[in-house]
């Protein structure tokens, strides 16, 4: 098949395309020309076809949406950017989405879109209860939940062949190895560390996709895509083994707020069912992230109370404890 896969060299896009080109599949990788994208771009020369421009540009992006077999629309403004630029957010999230349902309309024979949307539609969870469910209503919080809520609704009501993904917690080791600025530690040390949330490795997120353009089963579905069983956590279990593998070692309990946040547990029955994804536990990739850091984690041990008085400057329930001492 000729698959299109938008925001290809995010770091699932590119998961995505490195698993459709291994299926046999012809690639079309689209994105931003900017620096980043175009270094990233290097280890796919020579095996796909990658296409430069913006999708918020129809003239962009539509030749791309009549020349595919089917799409894979990744692309995407994601917070803490989609709330400190909502205009940016907006275009990018909603705006894109439109332009490639547009160009999907002009085909006699429009194909599927599997549209990467998240879990946090669902809106802030506080820890217990059933798993989330794709009858669970999507709804806007914030801008970013704003823009999947929306996008979810355009597809529902286009009448074109779709399949909705709700993604957990997906996290690499290049991801966990790289996202730590101050504003991801105020977003983490916020949160209570009893929620709940169920990871999945991108790959096993990039096999999904392969195999749902493939099943017709799928078409006209929301599906919850999460790692299963062996990936179920709560945030307090997540950071442990992440801050531990990484040699950064443990926070105090005084350092997490009592936030609720858009994770949880998934029922991922019917997806899993259908696509046959799961694969990499949440055990093997704390040994991957461990292995990745073999060469800095002892220097990071040796460095780590620096490293954690760093990181909790920006923990306001620890700066409060500080100042209630």
Not at 72 to 84: D, F, M, Q, T, V
């Amino acid at each position: 098949m000729r698959v299109l896969v938008t925001g290809a060299f995010g770091r699932l896009g590119q998961e995505g395309v490195e698993r459709l080109y291994r299926e046999g599949h012809s690639v079309i990788a689209f994105d931003l020309p900017n620096r980043r994208n175009r270094k990233e771009a290097r280890r796919f020369e020579g095996r796909v076809n990658t296409v430069w421009g913006d999708i918020r540009k129809a003239e962009d992006i539509g030749p791309c949406v009549a020349n595919c077999d089917a799409i894979i629309h990744n692309a995407g403004i994601l917070a803490p950017l989609s709330e400190k630029r909502p205009d940016l957010a907006y275009a990018v999230n909603v705006g894109g989405t439109k332009n490639i349902l547009e160009a999907m309309k002009l085909r006699e024979d429009p194909r599927v879109i599997v549209f990467a949307s998240s879990l946090a539609v669902c809106g802030p969870r506080e820890p217990g209860g059933a798993p989330l469910t794709a009858d669970d209503p999507a709804i806007g919080t914030d801008n970013y939940t704003s823009n999947k809520a929306e996008c979810e609704r355009l597809l529902r009501e286009s009448g074109l062949p779709y399949i909705i993904f709700r993604i957990g917690v997906s996290v690499g080791v290049k991801a966990a190895s790289g996202d730590l600025s101050p504003d991801v530690f105020r977003i983490l040390f916020g949160i209570n560390p009893d929620a709940r949330l169920e990871w999945i490795h991108p790959e096993d997120v990039a096999l999904a996709q392969a195999r749902a353009i493939q099943t017709p089963a799928a078409f006209g579905k929301i599906l919850m895509i999460g790692g299963g069983e062996g990936c179920r956590l709560t945030f307090r279990e997540f950071y442990d083994a992440m801050f531990e593998a990484a040699g950064v070692g443990q926070f105090p309990p005084e350092a997490y707020g009592n936030g609720a946040y858009y994770c949880d547990w998934l029922d991922t029955t019917e997806s899993q069912a259908l696509l046959h994804y799961q694969r990499i536990r949440f055990d093997d990739f704390i040994v991957a992230l461990r292995h990745a850091s073999r060469f800095t984690r002892g220097p990071t041990r040796l460095l780590s109370p620096l490293v954690r008085r760093f990181m909790l400057r920006y923990s306001d329930a620890w700066q409060a404890h500080k100042a209630g001492a």
